[in-house]
Protein backbone atom coordinates (compact mmCIF):
# COMPACT_ATOMS: atom_id res chain seq x y z
CA UNK A 1 0.00 0.00 0.00
CA UNK A 2 1.90 3.09 -1.18
CA UNK A 3 -0.04 5.26 1.30
CA UNK A 4 1.10 2.81 4.31
CA UNK A 5 4.96 3.19 2.78
CA UNK A 6 4.58 6.96 2.40
CA UNK A 7 3.33 7.36 6.00
CA UNK A 8 6.08 5.54 7.47
CA UNK A 9 9.21 6.92 5.59
CA UNK A 10 7.67 10.31 7.24
CA UNK A 11 7.75 8.69 10.15
CA UNK A 12 11.69 7.54 10.11
CA UNK A 13 12.64 10.88 8.07
CA UNK A 14 11.19 13.09 10.63
CA UNK A 15 11.35 10.96 14.20
CA UNK A 16 7.95 11.83 14.78
CA UNK A 17 4.78 9.55 15.12
CA UNK A 18 2.64 12.90 16.22
CA UNK A 19 -0.50 13.70 15.31
CA UNK A 20 -2.01 17.16 16.11
CA UNK A 21 -5.82 17.42 15.81
CA UNK A 22 -6.20 21.22 14.55
CA UNK A 23 -10.14 21.34 15.69
CA UNK A 24 -10.71 24.67 14.80
CA UNK A 25 -13.80 26.98 13.39
CA UNK A 26 -12.22 29.01 11.42
CA UNK A 27 -9.53 28.19 8.56
CA UNK A 28 -6.77 30.83 9.50
CA UNK A 29 -6.74 28.74 12.87
CA UNK A 30 -5.49 25.42 11.55
CA UNK A 31 -3.50 26.84 9.41
CA UNK A 32 -1.61 28.82 12.07
CA UNK A 33 -1.17 25.85 13.76
CA UNK A 34 0.14 23.71 11.02
CA UNK A 35 2.73 26.35 10.16
CA UNK A 36 3.80 25.94 13.88
CA UNK A 37 3.99 22.51 14.00
CA UNK A 38 3.70 21.08 10.70
CA UNK A 39 7.92 20.35 11.29
CA UNK A 40 7.24 18.12 14.20
CA UNK A 41 4.03 16.09 12.93
CA UNK A 42 3.96 13.23 10.27
CA UNK A 43 -0.24 14.06 10.14
CA UNK A 44 -2.80 16.95 11.01
CA UNK A 45 -6.37 15.72 11.49
CA UNK A 46 -8.72 18.17 10.23
CA UNK A 47 -12.31 18.43 11.02
CA UNK A 48 -14.07 20.06 8.46
CA UNK A 49 -17.28 20.33 8.62
CA UNK A 50 -16.95 22.86 11.78
CA UNK A 51 -15.22 24.78 9.60
CA UNK A 52 -17.47 28.73 9.64
CA UNK A 53 -15.27 29.46 6.57
CA UNK A 54 -13.86 26.48 4.61
CA UNK A 55 -13.39 27.19 0.94
CA UNK A 56 -10.50 25.41 -1.76
CA UNK A 57 -8.58 28.32 -1.16
CA UNK A 58 -7.76 26.90 2.37
CA UNK A 59 -7.36 23.34 0.88
CA UNK A 60 -4.93 24.74 -1.38
CA UNK A 61 -2.87 26.78 1.63
CA UNK A 62 -3.29 23.55 3.45
CA UNK A 63 -2.16 21.30 0.98
CA UNK A 64 1.10 23.84 0.21
CA UNK A 65 1.93 23.59 3.77
CA UNK A 66 1.76 19.91 3.91
CA UNK A 67 3.95 20.03 1.03
CA UNK A 68 6.55 22.31 2.65
CA UNK A 69 6.24 20.50 6.18
CA UNK A 70 6.35 17.37 4.65
CA UNK A 71 2.76 15.75 6.62
CA UNK A 72 -0.04 13.60 5.82
CA UNK A 73 -3.58 15.58 5.89
CA UNK A 74 -5.89 13.61 7.62
CA UNK A 75 -9.99 13.85 7.29
CA UNK A 76 -11.98 13.33 10.55
CA UNK A 77 -14.99 12.74 9.13
CA UNK A 78 -16.11 9.34 10.45
CA UNK A 79 -18.03 8.09 7.03
CA UNK A 80 -21.30 5.95 8.18
CA UNK A 81 -23.78 5.05 5.24
CA UNK A 82 -24.49 3.02 3.09
CA UNK A 83 -21.92 2.71 0.28
CA UNK A 84 -23.51 4.73 -2.88
CA UNK A 85 -24.25 7.67 0.15
CA UNK A 86 -20.80 7.52 1.26
CA UNK A 87 -19.46 7.27 -2.13
CA UNK A 88 -20.94 10.64 -2.97
CA UNK A 89 -20.15 12.00 0.55
CA UNK A 90 -16.07 11.39 -0.29
CA UNK A 91 -16.07 12.74 -3.60
CA UNK A 92 -18.46 15.38 -3.93
CA UNK A 93 -20.66 18.39 -2.03
CA UNK A 94 -18.81 21.61 -0.47
CA UNK A 95 -15.99 19.43 0.70
CA UNK A 96 -14.65 17.35 -2.22
CA UNK A 97 -12.86 15.31 0.76
CA UNK A 98 -11.18 12.79 -1.55
CA UNK A 99 -9.31 15.52 -3.87
CA UNK A 100 -7.30 16.89 -0.79
CA UNK A 101 -7.48 14.59 2.45
CA UNK A 102 -4.64 11.60 2.49
CA UNK A 103 -6.46 9.69 5.33
CA UNK A 104 -10.30 9.46 6.37
CA UNK A 105 -12.00 7.66 9.01
CA UNK A 106 -14.40 5.23 8.89
CA UNK A 107 -17.04 3.79 11.11
CA UNK A 108 -18.40 0.11 9.86
CA UNK A 109 -21.29 -0.16 11.56
CA UNK A 110 -23.25 -0.25 7.89
CA UNK A 111 -20.71 -3.06 7.26
CA UNK A 112 -18.03 -3.44 4.66
CA UNK A 113 -20.25 -1.56 2.36
CA UNK A 114 -18.98 1.82 3.81
CA UNK A 115 -15.49 1.05 2.26
CA UNK A 116 -16.41 -0.33 -1.03
CA UNK A 117 -17.77 3.51 -1.06
CA UNK A 118 -15.16 5.41 -0.57
CA UNK A 119 -12.82 2.81 -2.99
CA UNK A 120 -15.63 3.29 -5.22
CA UNK A 121 -15.11 7.06 -5.63
CA UNK A 122 -11.38 6.78 -6.07
CA UNK A 123 -11.40 4.40 -8.67
CA UNK A 124 -14.00 6.96 -10.35
CA UNK A 125 -11.53 9.84 -10.06
CA UNK A 126 -8.16 7.65 -10.82
CA UNK A 127 -6.66 9.13 -7.61
CA UNK A 128 -3.43 7.58 -5.49
CA UNK A 129 -2.38 7.29 -2.62
CA UNK A 130 -5.41 7.53 -0.46
CA UNK A 131 -6.54 5.35 2.79
CA UNK A 132 -9.22 5.26 5.75
CA UNK A 133 -8.72 4.08 9.49
CA UNK A 134 -11.59 2.34 11.01
CA UNK A 135 -12.84 3.33 13.85
CA UNK A 136 -12.39 0.38 16.31
CA UNK A 137 -12.21 2.14 19.57
CA UNK A 138 -12.94 5.53 20.96
CA UNK A 139 -11.48 7.26 23.97
CA UNK A 140 -15.42 8.69 24.80
CA UNK A 141 -16.78 7.45 28.13
CA UNK A 142 -19.50 5.54 27.77
CA UNK A 143 -19.17 4.97 24.16
CA UNK A 144 -21.01 1.47 22.47
CA UNK A 145 -17.61 0.39 20.35
CA UNK A 146 -17.02 -2.24 22.89
CA UNK A 147 -15.40 -6.03 21.97
CA UNK A 148 -18.10 -7.24 19.52
CA UNK A 149 -17.76 -4.26 17.80
CA UNK A 150 -13.94 -3.99 17.48
CA UNK A 151 -14.25 -7.98 16.60
CA UNK A 152 -15.95 -7.40 13.59
CA UNK A 153 -14.15 -3.62 13.08
CA UNK A 154 -11.15 -5.31 12.74
CA UNK A 155 -12.08 -8.43 10.81
CA UNK A 156 -13.30 -6.09 7.44
CA UNK A 157 -10.98 -4.23 7.81
CA UNK A 158 -8.11 -6.88 7.88
CA UNK A 159 -10.00 -8.03 4.08
CA UNK A 160 -9.85 -4.43 2.82
CA UNK A 161 -6.13 -3.87 3.60
CA UNK A 162 -5.82 -2.32 0.27
CA UNK A 163 -7.23 0.83 1.36
CA UNK A 164 -7.40 0.27 5.53
CA UNK A 165 -4.05 1.89 6.59
CA UNK A 166 -5.01 0.83 10.10
CA UNK A 167 -7.11 1.53 13.24
CA UNK A 168 -8.63 4.38 15.44
CA UNK A 169 -8.40 2.62 18.69
CA UNK A 170 -7.23 2.63 22.21
CA UNK A 171 -4.66 -0.57 22.27
CA UNK A 172 -3.13 -2.59 19.65
CA UNK A 173 -6.33 -4.82 18.16
CA UNK A 174 -4.68 -6.74 15.29
CA UNK A 175 -1.17 -8.50 14.64
CA UNK A 176 -1.50 -8.35 10.43
CA UNK A 177 1.49 -7.00 9.12
CA UNK A 178 1.69 -3.28 8.06
CA UNK A 179 -2.01 -2.25 9.92
CA UNK A 180 -1.23 0.70 11.99
CA UNK A 181 -2.98 2.38 15.80
CA UNK A 182 -3.69 5.52 15.73
CA UNK A 183 -4.99 6.90 19.44
CA UNK A 184 -6.46 10.00 20.21
CA UNK A 185 -7.04 11.64 23.61
CA UNK A 186 -3.25 11.46 24.47
CA UNK A 187 -1.66 13.89 26.88
CA UNK A 188 1.29 14.24 28.95
CA UNK A 189 -1.00 13.84 32.50
CA UNK A 190 -4.25 11.80 32.41
CA UNK A 191 -7.50 12.97 32.92
CA UNK A 192 -10.74 14.27 31.45
CA UNK A 193 -12.44 17.50 29.78
CA UNK A 194 -15.80 17.12 31.68
CA UNK A 195 -17.34 16.41 28.48
CA UNK A 196 -16.62 12.62 28.07
CA UNK A 197 -13.12 12.67 26.66
CA UNK A 198 -10.42 10.78 28.99
CA UNK A 199 -7.03 11.47 28.41
CA UNK A 200 -3.64 9.15 28.81
CA UNK A 201 -0.43 9.41 28.40
CA UNK A 202 2.22 8.93 25.74
CA UNK A 203 3.38 5.93 27.99
CA UNK A 204 0.83 4.52 28.41
CA UNK A 205 -0.42 4.43 24.61
CA UNK A 206 3.11 3.83 22.71
CA UNK A 207 4.72 1.96 25.63
CA UNK A 208 2.43 -0.32 27.10
CA UNK A 209 -0.43 -0.83 24.71
CA UNK A 210 1.24 -1.25 21.54
CA UNK A 211 0.34 1.58 19.69
CA UNK A 212 1.74 3.75 16.95
CA UNK A 213 0.42 7.23 16.42
CA UNK A 214 -0.47 9.32 18.73
CA UNK A 215 -3.08 12.13 18.60
CA UNK A 216 -3.18 15.19 20.15
CA UNK A 217 -5.55 17.97 20.35
CA UNK A 218 -5.51 20.95 23.13
CA UNK A 219 -2.43 19.38 24.78
CA UNK A 220 -0.75 20.83 21.96
CA UNK A 221 -3.08 23.48 20.71
CA UNK A 222 -4.20 25.15 23.85
CA UNK A 223 -0.28 25.58 25.15
CA UNK A 224 1.28 28.81 25.21
CA UNK A 225 3.62 27.38 23.04
CA UNK A 226 2.34 24.75 20.03
CA UNK A 227 5.54 24.60 18.55
CA UNK A 228 7.86 23.74 22.37
CA UNK A 229 4.98 21.80 23.26
CA UNK A 230 4.84 19.21 19.83
CA UNK A 231 8.53 19.25 19.97
CA UNK A 232 7.92 17.28 23.54
CA UNK A 233 5.55 15.30 22.40
CA UNK A 234 6.91 14.39 19.35
CA UNK A 235 10.56 13.43 21.44
CA UNK A 236 8.46 11.43 24.22
CA UNK A 237 6.28 9.61 21.40
CA UNK A 238 8.64 8.39 19.01
CA UNK A 239 11.32 7.22 21.49
CA UNK A 240 8.31 4.87 22.70
CA UNK A 241 7.59 3.92 19.19
CA UNK A 242 11.70 2.85 18.85
CA UNK A 243 12.19 1.20 22.27
CA UNK A 244 9.92 -1.24 21.08
CA UNK A 245 11.76 -1.84 17.16
Known amino acids: MAL ?14 LCVAADFEHAADVLRIAEQVGPHIC ?13 MDFVKSLQDLAKRHDFLIFEDRKFADIGKTVQHQYSAGLFKISEWADVVTVNVLPGPGVIKGLKAALSEQDMKGRGCLVIAEMSSAGNLATANYTTSAVEIAEKEDDFVLGFICQHRVSEKPGMLHFTPGVKLQQGGDGLGQQYMTPEEIVGRRGCDVIIVGRGICQSDSPTTTAQTYQKIAYDLYMSRQ
Request: glycine residues 0%; charged residues 35%.
Open 4 to 17: RERLLAVVSKKKSN
Open 43 to 55: MLKTHCDILVDFS
